[in-house]
């Protein structure tokens, strides 16, 4: 396996997805150099980043002459590179267990808290709809006690060690621990709320300011 590191990341720090692959890069302690586009930064319609990432979103991640966009996929392939003692699982019933968190986090876990997190957030106060937020809450709720009963068991998602869908589900826990909002105690998701807090990777890139984006539904 050639290891290029010659590591670039496209998106802004403010984005959600895009700090999924800046804590991976984090985490990993790799080398890399970070282009803000995306939101005020503009850039995703230039030509040139479409021809990087014809999704026109961010994150995209670059290593040498390899381009590849979408959050997880960016995950997956940190983590497998990089990442073999650590984010990555080589066998695949443990890579199982870690895929089913990322993907559900995409398919379900994502989609409902940033759901609030734009009904509530990014909507400005006279725009909001109490009842649209309220089911947003709901879903979350319900998803946030599948991860509560999971990690009464194990203290990350797929065991006793940090991995990549801890990365993919974890990007929402200081939004969602810091936007005004019930939270019905979950001991199992605030203990692991307290165990990615310990580490560097986590309070830098996650626990950042996102009053940016408050009240913005430009993008
Ligand atoms: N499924 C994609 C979603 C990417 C996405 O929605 N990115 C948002 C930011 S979180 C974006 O590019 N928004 C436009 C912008 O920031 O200007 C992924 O996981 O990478």
């Given at each position: 396996m050639s290891l290029s590191r010659n590591l670039t990341l496209w998106g802004?720090?403010?984005?959600?997805n895009v700090q999924k692959t800046l804590w991976a890069?984090?985490?990993?302690?790799?080398?890399?150099?970070?282009r803000q586009v995306g939101g005020?930064?503009?850039?995703?319609?230039?030509?040139?980043?479409?021809?990087?990432?014809?999704?026109?979103?961010?994150?995209?991640?670059?290593d040498g002459d390899l381009?590849?966009?979408?959050?997880?996929?960016?995950?997956?392939?940190l983590a497998a590179t990089y990442g073999q003692e650590t984010l990555w699982r080589?066998?695949?019933?443990?890579?199982?267990?870690?895929?089913?968190?990322?993907?559900?986090?995409?398919?379900?876990?994502?989609p409902a808290w940033i759901s609030v997190f734009w009904l509530l957030v990014r909507t400005p106060p006279e725009q909001r709809d109490a009842k649209a937020i309220a089911a947003a809450?709901?879903?979350t709720v319900a998803a946030l006690?599948?991860?509560?009963?999971?990690?009464?068991?194990r203290d990350f998602l797929a065991g006793d060690a940090l991995s990549y869908a801890d990365i993919a589900a974890g990007v929402a826990l200081y939004r969602w621990f810091t936007m005004e909002i019930d939270r019905p105690a979950m001991p199992g998701v605030e203990n692991w709320y307290l165990r990615l807090q310990q580490r560097e990777a986590f309070r830098k890139v996650v626990m950042v300011s996102y009053?940016?984006?408050?009240?913005?539904?430009?993008f």
């Open positions: 802004r720090a403010s984005s959600a890069l984090e985490e990993l302690g790799l080398p890399y150099e970070h005020s930064y503009g850039g995703l319609d230039d030509p040139a980043y479409r021809a990087l990432n014809p999704n026109g979103l961010v994150p995209t991640l670059q381009t590849v966009w979408e959050s997880h996929a960016t995950l997956r392939y080589d066998d695949p019933r443990q890579r199982a267990i870690v895929d089913q968190w990322a993907d559900w986090t995409a398919t379900t876990f994502q809450h709901a879903r006690r599948l991860l509560d009963a999971n990690l009464a068991e009053a940016e984006l408050v009240g913005k539904l430009a």
